[in-house]
């Protein structure tokens, strides 16, 4: 979509919103009587002290549904953290990859070569490689939709109330069982209150952010909508030396539209559709070391670049994803303890793009993908609070999805294969997760749920004898076949209420990702590859305490947690010898199981606020992912793949808060400084090829710390709010990921943001 286009889609957005809403607020300031001046300069003191006073919201205070029910953060026996929108607006977020600095144990980041494909591991488990008809090992919820597929899924900060991330498994609450744990994006809620405000963050490296939104009543008391919109632009932070053009830039348009409709006092139906365009160029990834196959394409060496984020890729910028998402949620009020929620919803995406590996102008390692998805899912809830000695939610989940796609490929200018393939997924679910008080402080959690699910798989790959990719040389693989997955996840657990600021918890439960197929399968070389790969399962055992202590001035939380975590799903590139000359010369993309793992670690996590001007707040946390076993597939003595990454055995941070009375409004400011340690990046093993008495290390990330900092002041009567943030102000170095393929010489890597410093103007109508 071009700017013209994109600029008229803003404007028809906000305007035709304004125009729905407009009537009913004017109505609404018509219908309020005249006041004299006093009370006029009384009421606008009152709700300025009132505004000033919702940005010192205490942590203990903030209210969550990780249990599918409101409740304080602090009454929630669940590992949670929670970023609010009012912290998102100060550090000036784009997305949501700004979690990993506030929360412990928790990797997210941009995958591949796309600004919206989304990387996350909570406690060392995820799912790097975005192949389709892979689940996530962590689960991404917006509102209470599952999102299943990596692509579009690193969401943009915009029409927010909150972001929940719960670690750990999460199946006998959520509708798709998430092993690792699960980020919950939580929209702002339609009321019959009017609401609406524009924000414009310009910053470095041409950044243009421009956020918009505007909610209330159509109809009083019956009818709600809201409009939200995010146009987020910003040139590269690198450029590609071959063509002269950005590349890692940001250039995204997003939107979510909503009604809500209340027939009856007791009966709410909601519907909503969000959108999401990223046109940004590829992701620049930076030659680690000169590429040994460049004197022969090129005649002369491929040296790394000085800059991190420059490259010299020769293929074309290819590189979009659209995405839609639809729900209805339909939610009666049977009773004032009895509850019932529908929620139905589907969701597509496309996505097309280039992917230069070896970040050459040379074809040594380049790829052309092509993916789609789209997924059904609908949901039942029964929740239960009508009681004092038990509640509970009972639901009913099921999931209809298809994924797949076509990847165009060429190797060292010669060799040309066409992966094309599909994996479908069938789930049902029913899930069961009470609370029994056994005595006045003492609760019994159950939970279950059993999972039936069906994958699909297709794949036909060949090799071409061109660059056509018209003409079939030989057929790599070519079948289609399904599996059914059956699976118990339980929970059990205990808490107890010591007194009313101190409750610790104790519970043992179990999370399930199925199996499926490699749709990169060269089954007529390797048969074994055809097979479909096993679930994982993670069996976890957590001790946590929740107080709120110092005269109620601090939040201190603590988890502790031991980890059985069997047959580890992975993605890894796996190199053989295809002319039989006893050197390593082609390789295919393998997904297995690789192995068992014990995963242990503490997570502590505090907020404290004085009775002046100074707050503290962040977190502390400890992993230790050992594996148990690693997968030698072939008995020489190596292993073949590294099974635990994105797993740093320490990270924290630590913020200080400010906030001062000014000019009759409130400036606060924070400093930041986030530390992670080292951490594995890629899932490399075994020998390095052609010298087998060598072993092949992954990409390795050092220990590093981000400092962090912004300044606020928003005005008395909380309509204006000027800032300004800073963004890794000692501009330090950091891979996210990488490639690390040694039969095409390619170890190239993806670097986090530079230092960058971004304004914000925001003006609230209402």
Same mark, same amino acid.
């Given at each position: ?14 305007? @035709? ?24 300069? %009384? ?15 205490? %942590? ?14 602090? #009454? ?111 929209? &702002? ?301 339980? &929970? ?18 179990? @999370? ?11 089954? #007529? ?123 740093? #055995? ?117």
């Amino acid at each position: 979509m071009n700017d013209e286009r994109r600029l008229w889609v803003v404007m028809a957005l906000v305007l @035709g919103t304004a125009l729905a809403f407009g009537p009913t607020v004017m109505a609404q300031e018509a219908e309020e009587p005249a006041t004299d001046e006093e009370t006029t300069e %009384a009421t606008e003191a009152a709700e300025a002290a009132e505004a000033v006073e919702s940005q010192r919201k205490f %942590a203990s205070e903030i209210v969550v549904t990780s249990q599918r029910r409101e409740e304080l953060l602090q #009454e929630v026996p669940i590992a949670v953290s929670v970023v609010t929108s009012d912290e998102l607006e100060d550090i000036a977020a784009t997305d949501i990859s700004v979690l990993q600095s506030y929360t412990p144990n928790l990797s997210i980041y941009q995958g591949r070569n796309q600004s919206t494909t989304l990387t996350a591991f909570i406690r060392g488990v995820g799912q790097a490689d975005p192949l389709w008809g892979v689940d996530p090992g962590v689960g991404l919820y917006i509102d209470d939709v599952y999102v299943a597929r990596a692509q579009g899924a690193l969401l943009d900060v915009y029409d927010v109330e909150r972001i929940e991330v719960l670690r750990g498994p999460q199946g006998t609450l959520y509708g798709k069982n998430t092993i690792g744990g699960a980020i919950k994006y939580v929209t &702002k809620p339609m009321s019959d209150t009017p609401e609406g405000k524009v924000t414009w963050n310009p910053g470095s490296f041409n950044t243009q952010e421009l956020r918009a939104m505007i909610a209330g009543p159509i109809v009083e008391g019956r009818l709600r909508g809201k409009a939200s919109m995010a146009w987020l632009t910003r040139d590269g932070y690198g450029e590609n030396r071959y063509t002269g053009r950005d590349v890692s830039n940001k250039d995204t348009l997003a939107w979510r539209l909503g009604l809500e409709w209340l027939p009856i006092d007791d009966l709410s139906v909601q519907l909503n559709y969000d959108h999401t365009e990223d046109d940004a160029e590829p992701l620049g990834y930076k030659r680690l070391q000169a590429n040994p196959l460049c004197p022969i394409f090129l005649g002369t060496p491929c040296e790394p670049f000085d800059n991190n984020f420059d490259t010299e890729s020769g293929l074309a910028p290819l590189n979009s994803t659209e995405s839609n998402g639809y729900s209805l949620d339909v939610t009666w009020n049977i009773s004032s303890g009895l509850r019932f929620k529908s929620i139905t919803a589907y969701r597509e995406t496309d996505t097309e793009n280039n992917i230069d590996f070896d970040t050459t102008p040379a074809p040594i390692t380049d790829s052309a993908p092509v993916y789609f998805d789209d997924q059904f899912t609908q949901e039942f809830q029964l929740l239960y609070t009508g009681s004092d000695r038990w509640n509970g939610v009972f639901g009913f989940y099921y999931f209809d999805g298809e994924a797949g796609g076509t990847v165009k490929a060429t190797f060292v200018g010669s060799t040309f294969t066409t992966t094309d393939g599909d994996v479908g997924t069938e789930s049902y679910a029913i899930y069961a997760d009470a609370n029994v008080k056994l005595a006045d402080k003492l609760t019994l959690n159950l939970g279950i749920r059993p999972t039936r699910e069906k994958k699909t798989g297709r794949a036909f790959n060949v090799l071409n004898t061109d660059a056509t990719f018209e003409n079939i040389l030989l057929v790599l693989a070519d079948f289609e076949d399904d599996v059914t997955f059956d699976s118990w996840a339980p &929970k059990i657990g205990l808490e107890y209420q010591f007194n009313p600021d101190v409750m610790g918890y104790a519970k043992v439960s179990r @999370g399930f990702k199925s199996g499926g197929y490699n749709v990169r399968a060269q089954s #007529e070389i390797f048969p074994e590859s055809a097979l479909p790969f096993d679930d994982e399962v993670m069996t976890v055992g957590e001790i946590g305490v929740k107080s709120v202590l110092a005269n109620r001035s601090l939040v201190l939380n603590a988890a502790v947690f031991y980890g059985d975590y069997t047959d580890i799903q992975v993605s890894t590139f796996t190199s053989y010898d295809s002319d039989g000359d006893g050197e390593d010369d082609a390789f295919f993309g393998n997904f297995l199981n690789a192995g068992d793992a014990t995963i242990k670690g503490v997570e502590l996590e505090y907020n404290w606020a004085s009775q002046s001007f100074f707050g503290l707040s962040g977190f502390l946390a400890y992993l230790d992912a050992e594996p148990d076993s690693f997968l030698d597939e072939n008995e020489d003595g190596f292993v073949d793949t590294q099974v635990i990454t994105n797993a740093p #055995e320490f990270t924290g941070a630590i913020r200080g808060n400010f906030d001062w009375p000014l000019f009759g409004g409130l400036l606060t400011a924070s400093v930041g400084y986030s530390y992670r340690d080292e951490s594995v990046l890629t899932n490399e093993g075994g020998p390095y090829p052609g010298n087998s008495t060598v072993p092949l290390e992954p990409l390795v990330q050092d220990s590093y710390g981000l400092l962090d900092a912004w300044v606020a002041w928003l005005s008395p009567n909380a309509k204006w709010r000027l800032g300004i943030t800073g963004k890794n102000l000692t501009d330090e170095d950091y891979l996210m990921t990488g490639y690390n393929l040694p039969v095409f010489g390619v170890v190239t890597g993806s670097y986090g943001p530079p230092l960058t410093v971004v304004g914000t103007i925001e003006y609230r109508f209402w």
